[in-house]
Each structure stands twice: as C-alpha cells, then as structure tokens.
C-alpha cells in the first residue's frame, strides 16, 4: 500500500444501485430491507445519473420513477484520489458516501465515512507491529518477519488474563461496521501469541466470528517470549480462558468519571 492512502484501496467495489425507472416504493423497500444503506446510487448501465437518499423519497408519491426525485448535483471520487481528499469532500458537504468513477464515468465503487475511518485505523496500526518488532528483535537478538493474513482465533494463545465487558460493547460496535483495528500476533515457531487485540478478539468471540485480520510478526526461530511465560503462569492457553470483568468499569472510564 503506499504512503498516502488512496480511494481505490479502500472503496467498495461491490456497489448496490438503482435504475432511474425503479419506483420509490421499490427502492424504499429496498432501503429498509438492506443492512447500512440510507442512499444508493442512481445508475444507467455502468454511468451514474444521480444519487437517491431516504430523505428524497419522504414526501415522494410511491409509483413515482426515482429519477423524478434523485439528486443529478453529484459529488463523486475517483479512485486516485487521496483518502485524505475524500475525507474533507465528506466532512463539507455532509454526504455519508461518494461514488467513485473512473475516467470515463463508469461506477468502479463507493467510499464511506466508515471507509475513511478504517484507512486511518490501518495506518496507525503498523507503527505499532514497528515497534514491537524492533523492541523482540532488540531484546533476543534475532531476524522477524511481517506478514498480514487471517488467524483463526481458536488458535491463538492470549497473553491478557483478564478483559472489561463494558469496553466489548464498544469493539462489537467497530467490528459490526469494519472498523476493528487488525489484531498484533506473534508466530513464535507456530505458536501463535496475541500481542494486542484481546478485547477486540472477546468482542468477536461473543458475536461467533471465527476468524479475525492480523498483523503477523513471524520468528525464523522460536524464542522464549516473556509474554508466553506470562500466558502460562496465568494458565492461559486459548481465548476461553481470558476473564470477561463485568464488575468493574475499564479504569479509564473510572478515572475519566472522577475528574468529570
């Protein structure tokens, strides 16, 4: 991915869109049947012709053509533009998504506030897998590997003995709409070590998800990891064996209520 993120990478290609012939009572039923959509791109095969928000079919009559009440005043991306661009388009005019058209105006995908959100999540998380790398490799002496992929999180030896249940509400939130930071695992000759994400792995854990994005930091040969001594005098050996406290608020909530 290169330096300065851009909308291509993390559009979503799959779109769902309308045709200006569809009814507003169709695509209202559409609306409210589909998961996160509040407006969908108004299309003629691959061109857009405009855009239809659940406000433009309030008032609307019901056999009304969508093309009758859509909005034709678009604001769209292309895919080479920065996310960083998108995020300013969004913040001032208000719109939740933008189309993105390539350079012939075709429909190549559509980027969100989540989208936005999620790109800088993913910036911020390889400066933490940075640092780590170079405090084992500083501290055993030895080469590391980077990889991304998909962990199955029954296979994962937690290394936090305990996690906050109030703070799971809040990491469901962000895995429901694909803003959960990926997790930081260690593979230390194949066992796999969860450095970071355990309240994120709990949340997904209580929603029956199985398998989770990762940082993987891989060694070429196994260590003595001060995190797996700590994993097994808690006796912790899966992610069943993390305590879910819901008798105590996180102490950063506390904190932050005492000085409020």
């Known amino acids: 991915m290169s330096g300065k993120p851009t909308v291509g990478e993390y559009m979503t290609r799959d779109v769902e869109t309308v045709s200006p012939d569809d009814t507003v009572s169709a695509v209202a039923k559409r609306m409210v049947e589909s998961t996160g959509h509040k407006g969908f791109p108004v299309t003629q095969g691959r061109t857009v012709e405009g855009f239809v928000s ?33 995020a300013r388009v969004i913040l001032r005019s208000g719109i939740q ?30 400066g933490k897998v940075g640092k780590l790398m170079r405090t084992l490799e500083q501290i055993h002496g030895i080469d590391l590997e980077e990889e991304r992929r998909e962990i199955c999180l029954a296979e994962l030896t937690p290394t936090q003995a305990r996690v906050y249940a109030d703070e799971l509400e809040g990491r469901q939130y962000e895995l429901e709409r694909g803003l959960a930071e990926p997790l930081v695992v260690i593979d230390n000759g194949g066992v796999l070590h969860l450095a970071d994400g355990h309240h994120r792995v709990m949340a997904a854990h209580e929603m029956g998800i199985e398998s989770m994005d990762a940082y993987v930091i891989v060694t070429k040969s196994p260590v003595e990891l001060g995190m797996a001594k700590t ?26 209520k005492r000085l409020q």
């Open 97 to 126: 998504k933008l189309p993105v058209v390539d350079d012939a105006d075709n429909l190549v995908g559509i980027i969100s506030n989540a989208d936005v959100v999620r790109s800088q999540i993913e910036r911020a998380t390889p």
């Open 54 to 86: 659940a406000g433009d079919l309030l008032l609307a009559d019901e056999d009304a053509p969508v093309f009758t009440v859509m909005s034709e005043d678009l604001i769209v991306a292309h895919p080479e533009m920065k996310v960083t661009d998108a």
């Open 231 to 256: 994993a097994k005098k808690e006796g912790l050996e899966s992610i069943r064996d993390i305590e879910v406290v819901d008798y105590a608020r996180h102490p950063l909530v506390e904190t932050t």
